[in-house]
């Protein structure tokens, strides 16, 4: 068996409230992902999910902080680096594309320098040479006429476009692992689809794992050969896609395919309603305290 | 670039029409006259026709109207009219003035930026620092103290207790004699400077942009000087032009208290004695300053942010 590139071990954090009150956000996450995978992390807002990543990026900031738990990354537990390694990885070996293009690039600086930062960061190139790489990086997301857009500022462009200039910046050190969170929630679908693909062809190209972060299914099933779920801090289920989206094993999970619409769906009375999760799940703080045991899990649905 | 510029400058021109004809009309229905300013001291009783003479002297005598339209060919030949009490004309008496008013503000505005923007920037990146709880704490009193009280407290402790600075005037125009006013002027424009610098910063801090910069692996420092310097420098520009241009006109009191002989004390002299050519053409020429600025901000925005040029 490999080593998994990225192993999360019984992570725990708090957001504090004081100066010894403290609320938990994670309560022991646990999950692990190969050389070249990609995961996917799906969950309602304020699940966790983004705080998951952004602990593995070193980028929490107060009042959260870690409270317990292991990130190994090729072995090496991040969360005991020092600073300046953490620094060292961070863009370089674990790249991070967030959600919102419109404010995730400076407005005032061209695509074409913020990618060359990239280079001259992590490179030690010159400035002149990592402009060059810089519009060769946004050949590779398929911008057009790369080298007069890397003169562009983030205003006059596309979202979609933006978030192209995100990946390339992102993928430039050609990372071992790229976390993308939300990337595509802030776009129409159309181009959802082609910044998903990019993503996805650019990744294999690559041998680049993806830890793919989202509350949407859909583009999950797409990209993803493996899912977790995350609900209020915890990692509920987890398992290969297909088999998660075909046999659903935790209440909650269920609950979430339920509320996905799906074209033509009819019950006997007509049109077929969406679940709504609540009706599922009764009582939420008891789900919290049993730390989500299924009653399906334990009915062994292990072949 | 060149359209935007010319776009602006011509921009002004209406402005300073509009101001000319408040000025006049504001003066035109204001009481007292200058002559009868000058038979004011209680001791004579005013002669009636000495009143006539000098009204007819001045043309005040003549229709509203007909003054207005001599007011306003003067203007357009950049002539202000003639002082009552000297009989100079007005653009002489403003050039011989206008020197040590720029002097003052200038002084001003660079102690107040060399020394505001840097606390407000260092006060941001440490938020809740003792530097910045000092800071704060300074800029909140700074902007609360009446500037002549404070010249005041300036006077006594260096001119007087500790005589290492000359209390008042102009002296030869040396810096010894600028330093005292400079500083007493400078304080509130550098209060609000560190106010606003910290402002902005911590906003600039709190960016989408800023987060991806982090996440490049880029040290605390090289996120500060590639990513937050030029994103706050939008609203430092704005709060140094926008005291820059009000200075002229705020440094009236601080110029009475130190004998400063600018632009400032000679407009509270006039207005006292009603020389109404001279009050318009000092405010005319003060709000001339306060445009002039203002359209330097926003060619200075302009270079900063690539965003305004679009509109």
């Known amino acids: 068996m490999t080593t998994p590139l990225l192993d999360i071990r019984d992570l725990r954090l708090v957001v504090s409230l004081g100066r010894s009150a403290h609320h938990p956000l994670l309560k022991g996450v646990s999950f692990q992902i190969m050389p070249g995978e990609a995961y996917g992390l799906v969950g309602e807002s304020g699940s966790g999910k983004s705080v998951t990543s952004l602990a593995v990026m070193g980028l929490l900031k107060r009042p959260l902080a870690v409270s317990g738990g292991e990130i190994l990354f090729k072995g090496q537990n991040l969360l005991a680096l020092p600073k300046r390694e953490m620094r060292r990885l961070r863009g370089n070996r674990i790249a991070m594309i967030f959600q919102e293009p419109m404010t995730a690039l400076n407005p005032l600086s061209t695509v074409g320098r913020q990618i060359a930062e990239m280079f001259v960061l992590h490179q030690g190139k010159s400035w002149g040479e990592a402009e060059k790489l810089a519009v060769e990086a946004l050949g590779n997301v398929r911008v057009p006429n790369p080298d007069r857009r890397a003169k562009n500022y983030p205003h006059q462009m596309s979202g979609g476009l933006r978030q192209r200039v995100m990946i390339a910046m992102a993928l430039a050190c050609s990372p071992d692992l790229l976390i993308a969170d939300e990337p595509t929630t802030a776009l129409d679908v159309t181009v959802q689809a082609e910044v998903l693909r990019l993503i996805k062809e650019l990744c294999a190209a690559r041998g680049t794992a993806v830890l793919f972060i989202s509350h949407d299914l859909g583009v999950i099933a797409s990209i993803c050969q493996r899912v977790g779920v995350m609900y209020s801090g915890c990692l509920v289920e987890e398992n290969e896609t297909r088999a998660l989206f075909e046999g659903p094993r935790h209440e909650y999970t269920r609950g979430l395919l339920g509320a996905l619409p799906r074209l033509g769906s009819r019950s006997e009375h007509g049109r077929q309603r969406l679940v709504d999760i609540d009706s599922i799940i009764s009582d939420r703080s008891k789900l919290t305290e049993s730390r989500f045991i299924a009653p399906r899990d334990l009915e062994g649905s292990q072949p | ?311």
């Open chain 2, 1 to 311: 670039m060149f359209r935007f510029t010319l776009r602006r400058i011509l921009q002004v021109v209406p402005t300073i029409v509009v101001v000319a004809l408040l000025i006049f009309v504001i003066f035109s229905v204001v009481p007292g006259t200058f002559a009868a300013s000058l038979f004011a001291d209680g001791k004579r009783a005013a002669d009636p026709q000495m009143i006539a003479r000098l009204n007819e002297e001045f043309g005040l005598n003549k229709p509203l109207m007909e003054r207005f339209v001599t007011y306003v060919t003067d203007l357009a030949r950049f002539d202000l009219g003639t002082s009552f009490r000297t009989r100079q004309p007005v653009v002489d008496l403003i050039n011989d003035r206008m020197g040590a008013s720029l002097q003052l503000a200038v002084a001003a505005m660079a102690f107040a930026i060399v020394v505001g923007v840097p606390l407000g920037f260092l006060a941001a990146l440490r938020p809740g620092s003792i530097l910045d709880t000092v800071t704060m704490i300074g800029a909140v009193s700074g902007l609360s103290m009446p500037q002549f009280w404070l010249g005041l407290l300036m006077m006594y402790l260096f001119a007087l207790q500790l005589n290492w600075l000359p209390s008042f005037g102009y002296g030869d125009g040396s810096l010894r004699n600028l330093i005292l006013p400079a500083v007493t002027l400078g304080v509130t424009p550098l209060a609000l400077l560190a106010r606003t610098t910290r402002a902005g910063v911590l906003d600039v801090l709190n960016a989408d942009f800023i987060r991806t910069a982090h996440s490049k692996g880029m040290s605390e420092a090289k996120v500060v000087r590639w990513h937050v310097a030029r994103n706050s420098l939008v609203l430092i520009v704005t709060t140094v032009g926008l005291q820059f241009g009000s200075l002229i006109g705020q440094a009236v009191v601080i110029e009475k208290l130190f004998a400063w002989p600018g632009i400032g004390s000679l407009l509270v002299d006039s207005v006292a004695i009603r020389d109404i050519p001279v009050v318009q053409g000092t405010i005319l020429v003060i709000v001339l300053w306060f445009l002039i600025i203002n359209t330097a901000v926003d060619l200075v925005y302009a270079a900063i942010d690539p965003r305004i040029k679009q509109e």
